[in-house]
């Protein structure tokens, strides 16, 4: 069981909007950045974002990040069927000394 | 372009010592900026990481492995090496080796290898 707490699952219609959240804790999500990654059954994760919101070149403005507190959220917004993957949210842990990921949340685009 | 490349064996007995060299192309590996790890993903599970290092040889390893975990650097040859000794079942994984850049600690690894899948098993 993860620190970083996700859905397992959601879902949602192409082209719609949808929010994948990651729950933490003062010691990780509250204390530093979160990055956001996607992950194809058989390829390399790639990041999608880092600090909390900033997208690497290449990721399209789709994707988006924020962090609240200790919470963060991933928003991919015009859907495409493309996106159906797993994702995770990663950070540092200054309790444990760890780089913690969240538990994937499995994207369906339906 | 960076690309990373991970190789060793496939397999590995319980209680053995897996070994895995992680080869840097299209960058130095001594860049200031960048640090080199490991994160492996065993089967139907999620993302772990394993351990993080910088050029000068300093380590950073996941509390939970610690104990058998080593990672070290060969800048000479522009690569890096994981050994994880006394493996059991559950060190079955995919096993990436990742860059992180500017920022320790951290958790935006921006460059993955491929992945190598390590079975433990007699």
């Known amino acids: 069981q993860s620190v970083l707490t996700q859905p397992p699952s959601v879902s949602a219609a192409p082209g719609q909007k949808v929010t994948i959240s990651c729950s933490g804790s003062l010691s990780n999500i509250g204390d530093t950045y979160v990055s956001w990654y996607q992950l194809f059954p058989g390829t390399a994760p790639k990041l999608l974002i880092y600090e909390n919101y900033k997208r690497p070149s290449g990721i399209p403005d789709r994707f988006s990040g924020s962090k609240s507190g200790t919470s963060a959220t991933l928003d991919i917004t015009g859907l495409l069927a493309g996106d159906e993957a797993i994702y995770h949210c990663a950070t540092w842990d200054s309790g444990v000394g760890s780089v913690l990921f969240g538990g994937g949340t499995r994207l369906a685009v339906l | 372009q960076l690309q990373l490349q991970e190789s060793g064996p496939g397999l590995v007995k319980p209680s053995e010592t897996l070994s895995l060299t992680c080869s840097v192309s299209?960058?130095?590996?001594?860049?200031?900026?960048?640090?080199w790890g490991w994160i492996r993903q065993p089967p139907g599970k999620g993302l772990e990481w394993v351990g993080t290092i910088y050029y000068t040889g300093g380590t950073y390893y996941n509390p939970s492995l610690k104990s058998r975990v080593t990672i070290s650097i060969d800048m000479s040859k522009n690569l890096f090496s994981l050994k994880l000794k006394s493996v059991i079942s559950a060190d079955t994984a995919l096993y990436h080796c990742v860059r992180l850049e500017d920022q320790w600690p951290g958790a935006a690894f921006d460059r993955w290898g491929p992945g190598t899948l390590v079975t433990v098993s007699s």
């Open positions: 299209g960058g130095s590996i001594s860049r200031s900026t960048s640090y």
